[in-house]
């Protein structure tokens, strides 16, 4: 079966660092996504991969090794505003988005 | 760039009333748009996938006819929950795909259905 796997919750110290992890077993790959969601709200585009390595956009980076089958999520100078739910989806090689559960950060002061 | 709308942004009705939801590309075109619909402290749940001009393909469990949806223009998709009970309260969202690219789906800012 397919199953994309991410820690259900994690906590973090406003200005510190972060790293959310996904790993994911699918039947091909034709990309990886992270979406933040904040609670009530639609999920937003955050990053996308396809090739592995590490593509940075500002606070946040996105990491993948295809060849692991994983992914990580970094951010950095966490603010409040970054507690929200984070999402992990493959697109396989039927081009389904497979989703994970979603990662809660929670930030404190 | 890549807008997507809903309307209504949340709607309370009665049950065993209709209700319509619009999910709009703002300024793109989206050859296909999909529908989820999210319970409280859950992820995403797909429930179908609709491509403009042709009928759409619906999750397994999904009842097609009770959740109809109309993909009529390439900026246009609409679901339409029928018969609305009290358990299809829920957050119901939208994404569409732009034509031309692979993957990436824009989100709507999601509608929240309360059935009484």
């Known amino acids: 079966g397919q199953n994309i796997d991410q820690p259900t919750e994690m906590t973090a110290t406003e200005g510190a660092i972060v790293q959310i992890n996904c790993t994911y077993q699918?039947?091909?790959?034709?990309?990886l996504f992270w979406y933040q969601q904040h609670a009530g709200e639609a999920p937003t585009f955050l990053s996308y991969?396809?090739l592995d390595g590490l593509e940075e956009k500002g606070r946040f980076s996105s990491f993948l090794s295809r060849s692991k089958g994983y992914s990580y999520l970094l951010l950095k100078e966490l603010q409040m505003k970054d507690s929200a739910s984070y999402l992990c989806?493959?697109?396989?090689?039927?081009?389904?988005?497979?989703w994970g559960a979603g990662t809660k950060l929670i930030i404190k002061p | 760039g890549a807008v997507v709308s809903q309307h209504p942004s949340w709607v309370i009705c009665k049950s065993g009333t209709s209700v319509k939801i619009e999910c709009r590309s703002l300024?793109?075109?989206?050859?296909?748009m999909f529908w989820y619909r999210q319970f409280p402290k859950q992820s995403l749940m797909l429930m179908a996938t609709?491509?403009?001009?042709?009928?759409?393909?619906?999750e397994q469990g999904v009842e097609k006819d009770k959740f109809l949806i109309n993909h009529a223009s390439l900026t246009l998709s609409t679901l339409t929950v029928t018969s609305a009970h009290p358990e299809d309260s829920s957050f119901y969202i939208c994404?569409?795909?732009?034509?031309?690219?692979?993957?990436?789906?824009?989100f709507g800012p999601g509608t929240r259905l309360t059935v009484l």
């Open positions: 300024d793109f075109q989206a050859t296909t």
């Open positions: 989806a493959v697109t396989d090689s039927n081009y389904q988005l497979i």
């Open positions: 699918t039947s091909g790959f034709n990309g």
């Open positions: 994404s569409a795909k732009e034509a031309g690219e692979i993957d990436t789906q824009y």
């Open positions: 609709s491509n403009e001009g042709s009928k759409a393909t619906y």
């Open positions: 991969n396809v």
